[in-house]
């Protein structure tokens, strides 16, 4: 192979934005609640900087770590990751939040293994497809051993429960898939198979329900399953062309649930207005672009898969941030990359940024 060229900086600068637009963002959505629940207004501030930093030192580590390297070991951090997903669920070892079962840890350190498996996911997917490529036509010796694995990890994740991590998952798989040269006839039949096991998990989980109901009509009930959404577009609307500006946000004082994590994007709109959510799809359209054209220049087949891999995993999540942020799709608990405060979810994907940019060493973008 060619000797490494310098990264991406397009890619780089586009992370850069959004990870410098999100610290300001989780200051001034959080700085209330903090102060309220924290007595210390630079509570999740002074957390979601010390996550960056490690974030950073994994990326700019994985930057200079040849991507081949991933392909040996994806199968055994896939293994550590199933582990992980099992003990997350024994009762004493998994922490509970808000009903949730997703975190391992001790003390004020906390781990996401659902955070964990995205990427290792996407790893292992990227190894085997570009192995076993001339199987990929076939439905039992190409698409089922990765439709089994991707059961067991959906499954595992769905128990948490954390429906939205199991489809950005599910859908990241599906453009694997699609990438490597499966038959439309089959994806087509995993897609509606996909839609009736999604609806199928809707209806067992009462909760989830409430969802879908609230996503047709917010306003049928306001005060309980509606309320996340009728807020989230109270903000956004608040906020018309140039938002009522930074820091200055009404939603943030214990309106808007979650106004740091998952609502995060309707805070952003109501503060910066629509100035500043187009920026940020932008910069995440540009993420888009050079994400995938590093797919489609990779030197390689299994580089090819891997970077088509992340760049869908992290759109895809932002995607659905965005839709459920704007009432375009039913609420689903998932943060936007590089923007929410979050510990696993930032250092995991910019550990996946760092591979993707050393990918991106070996491709002449030009």
Known sequence: MARPKSPDFVLFFAVIGLLSLGIVMVYSSSAISAYVNFSDSYYFLKRQLLWTTLGL?????ALNVDYHVWRNLSKPILVLTIILLVLV????????????????????????????????????????????????????????????????????ILKEPDLGTALVIGGTVFILLF????????????????????????????YRLRRLLAFSDPWADPLN???????????????????????????????????????????LGEELGFIGTVTVIILFFLFAWRGFRIAILAPDIYGSMLAAGITTMIVLQALMNIAVVTASMPVTGIPLPFISFGGSALIFTLAGIGVLLNISRHVNLK
Not at 118 to 124: A, D, I, N, P
Not at 179 to 206: C, D, M, Q, T
């Open 89 to 156: 669920l024994i009762p004493g070892l998994g922490k509970v939040v808000n009903g949730a079962r997703r975190w391992l840890g001790f003390g004020s350190f906390y781990l996401q293994p659902s955070e964990i498996a995205k990427l290792s996911m996407v790893m292992f997917c990227a190894h085997s497809l570009s192995k076993y490529q001339d199987k990929i036509t076939s439905f039992m010796r190409g698409i089922s051993p990765h439709l089994l694995l991707l059961l067991l990890v959906f499954g595992l």
């Open 179 to 206: 990438a490597a040269g499966a038959k439309i006839s089959h994806l087509a039949s995993l897609g509606i198979a996909g839609v009736v096991g999604i609806v199928v998990a809707i209806i067992v989980e009462p």
């Open 57 to 61: 030192i994994f990326m700019f580590a």
């Open 225 to 267: 399953s509606g309320y996340h959404i009728i807020q989230s577009l109270y903000a956004l609307g608040s906020g018309g062309l140039f938002g009522v500006g930074l820091g200055r946000s009404r939603e943030k004082f214990l309106y808007l649930p979650e106004p740091h994590t998952d609502f995060i994007f309707a805070i």
